[in-house]
Nanobody, 125 residues
């Protein structure tokens, strides 16, 4: 079984930064593309960022481009989401997800089979 555990969420003022981390256990980490999704109250889950298994390709939703950065440390079974210049509209539960590896990268939730339980990010104005 693959297990994903997120950490690093919290309360931050607008303009601040947070770094989310996700550790993956149970299978070979390089077998997976990784992604971060988020879900705000009353809204659908949306893809925030994704990275392929080599780390060579990434995807960002338009609303976070230039502010967020996804990265992975394959030797540590970790994926990260550095979030800068946070805005109140970034407030959501953030989920880490793992999907079958490919050279490309997908933003669709159906491409990811394993999910963490989420970490709350709250940005105050």
């Amino acid at each position: 079984q693959v297990q994903l555990v997120e950490s690093g969420g919290g309360l931050v003022q607008a303009g601040g930064s947070l770094r989310l981390s996700c550790v993956v256990s149970g299978r070979t980490f390089v077998d997976y593309n990784m992604a971060w999704f988020r879900q705000a109250p009353g809204k659908e889950r949306e893809s925030v960022a994704a990275i392929n298994w080599t780390g060579g390709r990434t995807y960002y939703v338009d609303s976070v481009k230039g502010r967020f950065a996804i990265s992975r440390a394959n030797a540590k079974n970790m994926v990260y989401l550095q979030m800068n210049s946070l805005k109140p509209e970034d407030t959501a539960v953030y989920y880490c997800a793992a999907g079958t590896r490919s050279l490309g990268v997908s933003s669709g939730p159906d491409s990811y089979s394993y999910w963490g339980q989420g970490t709350q990010v709250t940005v105050s104005s």
